[in-house]
């Protein structure tokens, strides 16, 4: 499915995928499942970000039909520094600081 055809919440169009990283919690322990999910559209771009050694902790590509915000990719704290390095741009619509939330490349 399109994201432009599902909802955000709805997971239609996104991908789950065992990650080349340990996933962990908020608080630091290790998830029993060892899956994360994104939309579709961004499957590249995050694949290549791994590469990089970035581990994202959130994204959406801001197309979906109910969608208010822009398409963004939140990192770790620790990778901020790398993605400004790669040229990615912060998000504006991000409030807090530091800010680890970047534009995606591949929706602009």
């Keep these: 499915m399109k994201c432009r ?5 709805g ?4 991908v789950f995928i065992k990650p080349p990283f340990i996933v962990k919690d908020i608080c630091g322990e290790v998830k029993e499942k060892q899956l994360v999910s994104f939309d579709a559209c961004l499957a590249k771009e995050l694949f290549w970000l ?7 902790i959130g994204s959406c590509c801001g197309k979906h039909i109910d ?10 704290e620790e ?6 390095e790669l040229g990615y741009e912060e998000d504006k ?3 807090y600081k ?3 939330s970047f534009i995606p490349k591949s929706i602009k």
């Excluded at 997971?11 to 996104?14: A, I, L, M, S």
């Design 5 to 9: 055809k599902s909802t955000t919440a």
């Design 11 to 14: 997971y239609e169009c996104n």
């Design 50 to 56: 791994w590469d990089q050694g970035i581990k994202k």
């Design 67 to 76: 969608c208010k915000i822009g398409g963004f990719i939140q990192v770790a």
């Design 79 to 84: 990778h901020i520094i790398k993605m400004k």
């Design 93 to 95: 619509n991000y409030k």
């Design 98 to 100: 530091p800010c680890n």
